[in-house]
């Protein structure tokens, strides 16, 4: 409610800079204990981590599988790791594969392909009941 009318949030009694604020120190909060399962996993914690292409794997996996359902990074993490273990296999040319697959998926299909799928499967039921 607050995301999208904050001024209504704010008519209603909520406290929108402290809903903010525990939103925001809640997400910080995942955040770092997804760093620290990282460091556990990896026996240490490394400056290469936040290169952008590491950083940047968890924002990839996001637009690949979507964010609207539970099971979309899920299936994002296992599409990148199949595109990663099968362009490497095949072609050397891994960074460019990568890139024109997330051209296409920012500009194609942006809510990711679960959400495409759950969509479709909405439409399809709702023109086939129409018939």
């Known amino acids: 409610m607050i995301r999208d009318n904050a ?3 704010s008519f ?3 406290d929108v ?3 903010n604020l525990t939103v925001f120190v809640l997400a910080a909060l995942f955040a770092s204990m997804g760093g620290m399962v990282m460091a556990l996993f990896v026996s ?3 400056p290469e981590f936040a290169y952008w292409t590491i950083s940047g794997e968890g924002i990839f996996i996001n637009m690949l599988g ?3 359902t539970f099971l979309g990074p899920m299936v994002g993490t296992v599409l990148l790791l ?3 273990d099968t362009v490497t296999r095949f072609t050397e040319y891994h960074g460019i594969v990568l890139g024109v697959v ?3 998926f920012a500009l194609g299909l942006r809510k990711g392909l679960l959400d495409f799928v759950a969509e479709w499967v909405a439409r399809r039921r709702g023109t086939g ?3």
């Open 129 to 131: 009941e129409e018939r």
């Open 102 to 104: 997330i051209l296409f």
């Open 66 to 68: 979507g964010v609207s």
């Open 44 to 46: 240490g914690a490394y």
């Open 17 to 19: 800079w402290r809903a």
């Open 82 to 84: 199949l595109l990663n």
């Open 12 to 14: 209603l009694g909520i």
């Open 7 to 9: 001024a209504r949030a």
